[in-house]
């Protein structure tokens, strides 16, 4: 197992569903680089393996790299900052603009900013699931209003405005885990949202 695997143990209160706000969420450091990660959720199946981790990267510099899951894929979808370029496992580094994701493979994956010389922020969610799992899908959009709310989402990143869940509000920089009881509805205020869900 990688880096990311030795935190299984602290990681078990991060499971269920509700509001993970990014500022309240402890920040660790990167495995190389400045900038940080905050884990967000994970699901663990009976025998503790995991099914799903959810994760912020922050990068302040020019490099960054954070160490995974072993026998994982990541979904990584770049939402605020300069562009990056993504790099795992044998692949050739792959531009990842803001709103656009790419799916990669292995236990570490690097981060690189280039002319950035740690000026500004970029941040990007990982979403890693088990391998024998379906890959997860992505949907960024703009919403104000009734906001539906599918019973394959996984998780709710708000980017802009804010969210009304139930009788939860989901402001600007926070992300909301489903879990397995109903939500309720959901009502959108001038929002961008990003969805992350089950294939």
Do not use: C, N, Y
Not at 43 to 62: C, F, N, S, Y
Not at 78 to 85: C, R
Not at 88 to 98: I, N
């Amino acid at each position: 197992m990688g880096h990311g695997s030795s935190r299984r143990e602290s990681e078990l209160i991060l499971s269920g569903g509700g509001i993970r706000r990014f500022a309240q969420v402890p920040r660790q450091s990167l495995a190389r680089g400045a900038g940080g990660l905050r884990d967000l959720w994970v699901e663990q199946d009976r025998a503790l393996r995991l099914q799903w981790q959810l994760q912020l990267v922050e990068l302040r510099g020019p490099q960054g790299r954070i160490q995974l899951p072993d026998d994982t894929v990541h979904l990584i979808v770049g939402i605020s900052g300069a562009q990056v370029e993504v790099q795992a496992a044998d692949a050739r580094p792959t531009p990842l603009r803001r709103d656009h994701a790419l799916v990669a493979h292995g236990s570490s994956v690097e981060f690189s900013r280039p002319g950035i010389r740690g000026i500004g922020l970029s941040r990007v969610i990982v979403l890693s699931s088990e391998a024998s799992l379906p890959p997860a899908r992505f949907a960024v959009t703009a919403s104000h209003g009734a906001l539906p709310l599918s019973r394959d989402l996984l998780a709710l990143v708000v980017l802009k405005g804010s969210v009304t869940i139930g009788e939860s509000t989901v402001s600007r920089d926070s992300a909301f885990v489903f879990g397995s009881e109903d939500p309720g509805a959901a009502v959108a205020t001038s929002a961008q949202v990003l969805r992350i869900s089950r294939s």
